[in-house]
């Protein structure tokens, strides 16, 4: 099933993770591999986030071992790790935008962290970034309090974009947003995505983009992950994926795409 | 390779040639070849990226941002040599540009500075306004938990007094012990000079029951319990719990600050209680040690040091700084608004600002007081 001539961008093998005595994740493999979007899904309390914060490191996990690039994460030296987390961007649920920074301060706060630029050159680099994710100029001058939902999600996209990363995490893009909102959310995703050649990784629940962007799934059921392609999960078996992508709101969001 | 960059004269236009590293890791160097760039040129222009290594987005678009920027522009600017895929995209978004607007300070003239001050006048007045309706808020809904118990919140405010009383005794304590020793101590080794030894106790009695007991509580808890409500609630605030709270229907003032303040007026004077017992301990331990004052002698001088109104005038001050700390810490908190330095800076200001009233306070009093015989 797995294309083993291109190594994956991501492998997780024999992921554990634990809160107390309740286990969250068993043995969980994952594999994301060159330029394709990833979405990962599951129930409410199934480790979602988890999942993600133990990829980028946040999190320790309680047992199995998370590649990025074929590079053990947990045995990188500072230095290496560093250059790691320049690798890959990320976006979190609620935006997690520095308030007391303007939108073109948080863009520009990777770029003065790893590099000495003038700050002619900083604005520009704001202001590509905010082009990017469909941004007018004006918004960097503002306040995250002073955005709307869907500009903090654009803008938490444009500070993730800043150092260039080839490998993207969104942790639910499009959560809150209004359809049309979402919608064009999505459409930038693809257009990102096939422009910059980015590898995606996506926690959703919102369907519609579940079925208009992704190539691969993966679902969270029962502390493992089961990944196939969307053909290939709604054709799965197992009660819960059954369920999911076979309830009410998938068949309209499926209807929609496959006409 | 370090990224460079070429500027050389073909057919009746130029060639650009790219170089080396033009990764965003050689942003630096590429911004200090771009500035080498002559603002003026005539005829075409030919970008060639073929000896151009793993091309960013980053450097692509400062170097477009540059060519745009050449006077007159060039009839034709084309890119060879496989420029990088997103060139396209780049050029998409270039009609975006526009001059950066920078915030521009006022002159300092005397209009400006006129200006200023009527700006910072408008300010205070709105500030004072606020502190106004703050109190007047409070006093509404005190008095309407009179006829309606249930205002009180009994629950909260039990939980306040526990948190923000019976947590600090030891605290407490310790500083007023530790206070009236190093007191005793030092008005030992003056009085000893003159032989009266023996008046270290009145110095003791009168220096903690008059102002230390219930000034170093005040401070302490201004510290403890004021910066606490002030980053409490100006944490709801940016949760916009209290929005939440007013939504349905529940006033946060009624929920939130007045129970802490009531809670204050209420903890304050039992801990400054306890805090002049523990420096009357401190001063009788140390007269024990280093005057050899026994305790019997020094109960008895205490008693006849003790004017009537000695204990009153501190403990009665205790109300009146509880109400200043616990006002003044839950309306900075609910000030805070937008992002987590005004949470800081407000949680700063509460502190700085009660401590400031308390002693302002006991300066009035102790004027009142020596004004009334008191």
Redesign the interface.
Known sequence: MLDRSVDPVIRVQGLCNRFGSQLVHDDLNMEVRQNEIFGVVGGSGTGKSVLLRSILGLRDPDGGTVELYGRDVKSLASADRSSLVQSYGVTFQNGALISSLTVAQNIQLPLLEHYSLSENTLDELAQLNLALVGLEPEAGAKFPSQLSGGMIKRAALARALALEPKLLFLDEPTAGLDPISAAAFDELMLYLHSQLRLTIVMITHDLDSLFRTCSRVGVIVDKHMISDTLDGLLENPHPWIHSYFHGPRARAAEKEIHG | MTASLALEPEGSGWRLQLRGDW???A??QI?AQLKGLPATLHGSMLCDWSQAEAP???PA??LL?QLADIDPQPPVLLHTGGPP??LQ??QK?QP?R?A??RMHAPPRTLRGLIGKLGRWSVLQGRHARGVLDFLGRIASVIGQAFSRPRGWRVSSLARHVYETGITAIPIVSLIAFLISVIVAYLGAQQLARFGADIFVVDLVTIAVLREMGVLLTAIILAGRSGSAFAAEIGVMQLNEETDALRAMGMNPIEMLVVPRVLALIIVLPLLTVIADAMGLAGGGLLSLINLHIPLPQFTTRLRESLGPTTFWAGLIKAPVFAALIGIVGTYRGMQV??????LGRLTTVAVVQSIFMVILADALFAVLFVQIGF
Request: aromatic share 8%.
């Open positions: 990764s965003l890791a942003i630096a911004e960013g987005i980053g678009w400062v941002r895929d997103f995209l780049l978004l975006v526009r950066p607007d608004r937008d992002s987590a330095r005004e």
